[in-house]
């Protein structure tokens, strides 16, 4: 598992970056406009660190890799429900009243039937699709919602979670915040074990380390380009 969540660190960390570096271009323009109506010093000291919600909505490799963290380890891993009338499950089981049923959203997203061969692999792919626009083939990452019966970490049906598009929000969002401006190493040695109860936590935490990144070049690069204009 260490190494598992060490080499999605490392994804999450160059797809990220790479976000930055791609973005230069935009930030010369705003920081232009910027720059009319402040002090050149303090606007070429400013480092362009924050995103838009626009920019965190276009983060769908972020999105898809959260989606598969919740897939593997979703943040309540089972319910208990208790069935006050006979009824009849879709697949034709009868469940009597007065059961109670374990529902495990953590084997519902481990099940070779439902997700397949690969399913104990932590994939964010598995929640993309490209969409080619361009005449050369090129084209865009697309962020696919699987079913939510297939995919129950919000629940499904009229029992879906309403908080689900803002816990996607906050998440990238918090997410981004901290590897725009830091790598993250795990700690060497650090046991990295699940502890699963009506919630799922780690069991000794995620012991990490922060190392900031160097925007200089990029800051640089911004700078000199709004130097040009």
């Known amino acids: 598992m260490e190494g598992k969540l060490s080499r999605s660190l490392a994804d999450l960390n160059d797809y990220l970056f790479g976000i930055i570096d791609a973005r230069k ?63 009849v499950l879709p697949d034709g089981t009868f469940v009597p009243a007065g059961s109670e049923i374990l529902l495990s959203l953590y084997s519902a997203g481990r099940m070779k039937s439902t997700w397949g061969e690969d399913c104990l692999e932590f994939k964010p792919e598995r929640w993309l699709s490209s969409s080619l626009t361009g005449p050369d083939g090129s ?21 879906s979670c309403l908080g689900k598009n803002l816990a996607y929000v906050q998440m990238r969002s918090v997410a981004a915040a901290v590897l725009l401006r830091h790598k993250l190493i795990l700690e060497p040695g650090h046991k990295v074990e699940q502890k699963i109860s009506m919630l799922s936590f780690m069991k000794f935490g995620l012991i990490v380390n922060l190392t900031p990144r160097d925007l200089s070049t990029i800051v640089t690069s911004i700078n000199m380009g709004c130097r040009n204009m």
């Open 25 to 87: 271009f935009d930030l010369r323009n705003e920081n232009r406009i910027l720059h009319e109506e402040e002090e050149e010093d303090d606007l070429l000291s400013r480092p362009p660190l924050t995103l838009t919600f626009k920019e965190v909505d276009r983060l769908v490799y972020l999105k898809a890799a959260l989606s598969e963290t919740l897939r593997l380890y979703p943040s309540v891993p089972a319910n208990l429900k208790h069935v006050v009338a006979d009824d």
């Open 139 to 159: 084209g865009n990452l697309e962020f696919v919602m699987h079913d939510p019966f297939k995919f129950p970490a919000f629940n499904a049906g009229p029992r």
